[in-house]
């Protein structure tokens, strides 16, 4: 049996471990590359869990890059197996979650760039369109948000129902649309403005209105609002 303890955190001394002085000084106190050995746990023969996590980080260059990762492409790093690479992406999962949480808390949306900035970190790395219904209260507050459906490349296909389901079980009182263009450009197609319409159609039969539909791509976004599409206000 081969020795653990070679190559694991059990080798630094004890007061320099990165658990321990967790524990002592709390998370800000620990470098990146420390943080991330406490999540890998231990390294290889040739290469020592430090050592591996700084290899991780130069490969990908940042944190959002290593976000972006795939399994495959962090099982591409020396020393890193599949079991680490999925422990590696739940650990980005569960922060974004995190993030978006604490952004929805009492997040009020008056202005399609609130919108936008409430979804973009969300939508900027997904490469098939999903459409995402954001649920307000009477003031405007998020009370939360749903995606209501993924779709291809360059098409997704919705109907009324899965949009005002939520909507009706959350009691929202109005709702935003907004989906992606994976290609990075958020003008709207012929269909988009179809949706949109039949959307609004479907929102004065279930007396909930649509506040707007948001087109987002690299870094912009497109507000059907802004730009002369008819909304009704109830």
Not at 21 to 29: K, M, P, Q, V
Not at 132 to 151: E, F, R, S, T
Not at 218 to 233: L, P
Request: proline fraction near 4%; hydrophobic fraction near 40%; include cysteine.
């Amino acid at each position: 049996m081969r020795n653990e303890t070679s190559y694991t955190l059990l080798k630094i001394p004890e007061e320099e471990r990165p658990r321990e002085r967790l524990l002592r000084h709390g998370a800000e106190s620990l470098s990146l590359t420390e943080l991330m050995a406490i999540l890998l746990g231990s390294g290889t023969k040739a290469m020592p869990v430090m050592r591996l996590a700084q290899e991780i980080l130069a490969k990908f260059g940042s944190l959002d890059q290593l976000a972006e990762a795939t399994v495959a492409e962090l099982c591409q790093v020396k020393g890193i197996g599949k079991a680490k690479a999925i422990q590696l992406k739940a650990c980005f999962g569960i922060a974004a979650r995190v993030s978006r949480q604490k952004v929805g808390l009492r997040y009020k949306i008056d202005q399609p760039v609130h919108a936008f900035n409430f979804l973009k970190e969300e939508l900027a790395r997904e490469k098939r369109e999903v459409f995402i219904a954001i649920l307000q209260d009477n003031k405007n507050y998020v009370i939360c948000h749903q995606i209501i459906a993924i779709g291809t490349l360059s098409k997704v296909l919705i109907h009324p129902r899965e949009v005002f389901y939520p909507a009706v079980r959350h009691k929202a009182a109005s709702l935003i649309l907004a989906h992606n263009h994976p290609s990075g450009d958020p003008s709207p197609s012929a269909h988009d403005y179809e949706l949109t319409r039949s959307l609004i159609e479907a929102s004065t039969m279930m007396g909930i209105p649509i506040n707007d539909h948001l087109i987002i791509g690299e870094n912009t976004y497109f507000s059907m609002r802004q730009n002369g599409f008819n909304f009704i206000k109830f």
